[in-house]
């Protein structure tokens, strides 16, 4: 059994910034991608930012320099930077991993997702 679980979400006004993090715990061999994904009510759930073991990032178009995705292999977190926070970001981002559990299968798990509002 893997867990995720992200903290770091809340309210901020336009142009201020925050930072998620998620740490995976449980039966893990390894982990290869991890990644942000969020959903805003009506619409579909979306990538904002993935992170291969190797540390290679891929951002979607919206959040290119504005935030930034790390990870620590050492300790299976990922976090997300999110800067110059715009009304448009409001969401319930979620956190994924790649995850290699014990048995030598790749799953990938999802957390429970944590409320970032932007508004003035």
């Known amino acids: 059994q893997v867990q995720l679980v992200e903290s770091g979400g809340g309210l901020v006004q336009p142009g201020g910034s925050l930072r998620l993090s998620c740490a995976a715990s449980?039966?893990?061999?390894?982990?290869?991608?991890m990644g942000w994904y969020r959903q805003a009510p009506g619409k579909q759930r979306e990538l904002v930012a993935t992170i291969s073991s190797g540390g290679t990032t891929n951002y979607a178009d919206s959040v290119k320099g504005r935030f930034t995705i790390s990870r620590d292999n050492a300790k299976n977190t990922v976090s997300l930077q999110m800067s110059s926070l715009k009304p448009e970001d409001t969401a319930v981002y979620y956190c994924?991993?790649?995850?290699?559990?014990?048995?030598?299968?790749?799953?990938?798990?999802w957390g429970q997702g944590t409320q970032v509002t932007v508004s003035s």
């Open positions: 994924n991993a790649k995850v290699v559990i014990r048995t030598l299968v790749r799953v990938d798990y």
């Open positions: 449980g039966s893990i061999f390894s982990i290869d991608a």
